[in-house]
Every structure is written in C-alpha cells, then in structure tokens.
Antibody, heavy 124, light 108 residues
Framework: QVQLQQWGAGLLKPSETLSLTCAVNGWSFTNYYVSWIRQSPGQGLEWIAEINDSGSASYNPSLKGRVTMSVDTSRNQFSLNLTSVTVADTAVYYC??????????????????WGKGTAVTVSS | SSELTQDPAVSVALGQTVRITCQGDSLRTYYASWFQQKPGQAPILVFYGKNNRPSGIPDRFSGSSSGNTASLTIAGAQAEDEADYYCNSRDSSDNRGVFGTGTKVTVL
C-alpha cells in the first residue's frame, strides 16, 4: 500500500529546532518529490519545502533560511528541520508525495499521497 | 505574484452544482490541482492536471482552466462533499509550490 508515515517531536520551546521525518512505504521515490506542508490552527495550507531522491531541494522563501530538507535513500526517509521556532510555527505538518511534469502547453503539479500529519506546538 | 485567490465560502443545495474558482498568475503556466479537507483530516487530492481524477474520487468532481483561473465543479453535491477545498499550483519564478486561500463549501 502506498503510504507516507511521519513522526517527530510534538512540543517545542521557542528557539528550538523542529525535526520531522517522513518514511516512504510501498513505493520507490525515484522520479518523485516529497514535500512538506503545514497548516496553522484555523488557517490554510502553506507549502514549506520539497526534495527529490537526488537531494535537490526547494524552499519557501518566507521561512528565511530556517528550513532544510534531507533525504536518506538507504532508509527511504525524508527529514525536515526548521530552526529557531516561534509560536508562529505551531501547526500540523504534513509530508506528501509530489509529482510534476509537462503536458504541453502547460505543466502539471500535484500531491497525491499524504501523511496523516504531525501536530507541533511551540510554547514556552 | 505567486498568490492563488479563492472565495472564502460558498454554499450549495443538496444535489445542485457548485463551482469553486482559483485565480493566480501561475495558472497561466500550471494546471491547478484540487484538494478536499475535512476537519481533523489530511487533505485529499480530488482533481489534477488537464482532466484527471484519482482513483476513488466520484465523477461528480471535475476541473477546468482558462487563462489565470482554474475551477473545480461539484455536480450534484452530496452531504459528504461539505469540506474545505484548496487549489494548488507552482510558482515557476521561485520554484515553489503554492496553495490557494481555501474555500469552505457548505451543503444545505
């Protein structure tokens, strides 16, 4: 079964580092990307970052260099680190499988498999 | 601009048709994808690309695109379609994903 299993610390203090891991189950992430998305309480979805199996990553500029993603191909796992967290980083964090390509004259981009989400609270 | 704008809320009578729109410059280059999210659950992909529905998504969900606007139509809305809906695209200028502001659909 195609799945993403995610985990990480759910309670952090301001200035600490958020670390989450997403494991691929039932599929090979060759030719796919894995993205991280978050949703603050009562708010919409925010794209955070993505990475492919080669380690090529893109990040949301709004996170101002605090975010990094890494990939461990031997374990089929992706990780997200967000440094210097504040209460504004309190959210449910999701990982998702991303697919993008070209269908002339347009491109397509979508996320078809999602993890269940990890609730992260930042509080002093 | 990389923003995707959606109407905050729409309502539809049971069995009627509702269209949700998403506007943004990135939609001139990328097809939108659409997600349904119910309270406390992860989003679910309901439509993507030019004309694609994931397995298990009812055919009452359809999508279209024109210029900078993408639309998701629910034909014959059911009570279980009541949810938040988000569009998604990609900003090619800074190579990142972007989500719409979300539309809350209420089925009356």
């Amino acid at each position: 079964q195609v799945q993403l299993q995610q985990w990480g610390a759910g309670l952090l203090k301001p200035s600490e580092t958020l670390s989450l891991t997403c494991a691929v189950n039932g599929w090979s992430f060759t030719n796919y990307y894995v993205s991280w998305i978050r949703q603050s309480p009562g708010q919409g979805l925010e794209w955070i970052a993505e990475i492919n199996d080669s380690g090529s990553a893109s990040y949301n500029p709004s996170l101002k260099g605090r975010v990094t993603m890494s990939v461990d191909t031997s374990r089929n796992q992706f990780s997200l680190n967000l440094t210097s967290v504040t209460v504004a980083d309190t959210a449910v964090y999701y990982c998702a499988r991303s697919i993008w390509g070209r269908h002339p004259p347009y491109f397509y981009y979508y996320m078809d498999v999602w993890g269940k989400g990890t609730a992260v609270t930042v509080s002093s | 601009s990389s923003e995707l704008t959606q109407d905050p809320a729409v309502s539809v009578a049971l069995g009627q048709t509702v269209r949700i729109t998403c506007q943004g410059d990135s939609l001139r280059t990328y097809y939108a994808s659409w997600f349904q999210q119910k309270p406390g659950q992860a989003p679910i992909l309901v439509f993507y690309g030019k004309n694609n529905r994931p397995s298990g998504i009812p055919d009452r969900f359809s999508g279209s695109s024109s210029g900078n606007t993408a639309s998701l139509t629910i034909a014959g809305a059911q009570a279980e379609d009541e949810a938040d809906y988000y569009c998604n695209s990609r900003d090619s200028s800074d190579n990142r994903g972007v989500f719409g502001t979300g539309t809350k659909v209420t089925v009356l």
